[in-house]
């Protein structure tokens, strides 16, 4: 989740990423209360730690504060949710040794959600993990110390355009007039008899 490899502030507490023509929001919280906005942080520190994080955290990453989130990252699924998208997995980095990630889904923008299976540890660092669930948005979020989101994939079943369609159709067309055909014959032959 940083396509440019850049290292700087987004800007924006939101930013939208682009792939073949499908798009997903992320969108970076603070846990207090009620979930504020936070500006993400585009990272690239060299291996290990690239990613997505927020801005004035330490280290640029999501943290934890007595044991639960501090922060997160949700990401907005609904576009390719919408689009067919099944499979999705997610890899996040920067998961060392005594780190590790959770992952949330919800049905509601702002809010962290249900707790989406366990911990994931350093075994897990930059891996891809199955998101289990329906959830419109999935969140991020350091179980432990600090961690970055890096990657989302799925898969897509493309729909048949329908230039693709036309030879199908037509061979249906075909296969069918010479079915009338044959039995109209069949009929005439037999009246005459």
Sequence with gaps: MNPNSQNGNVGASFADFTSGGYTITARGYDVAGTDTPHELYFKNAGAGEFGLGLVGTLN???QTSGG??????????????????TGLEISVGSV?????????????????????????GSAFDDQFVAITGNYQFISVAAGSKDILPVALRGTITPVPEMSALFPIVGLIAAVSCTQILRRRRAQKTASIS
């Design 60 to 62: 640029n990453e999501l």
């Design 96 to 120: 060392q040794a005594g780190e590790s990630f959770l992952l949330f889904g919800s049905n509601t923008q702002g809010v962290l959600g249900t707790q989406i299976g366990g911990a994931y």
């Design 68 to 85: 639960t989130p501090s922060n997160y990252i949700q990401l907005d699924l609904r576009s390719i949710l919408g689009q067919g998208f």
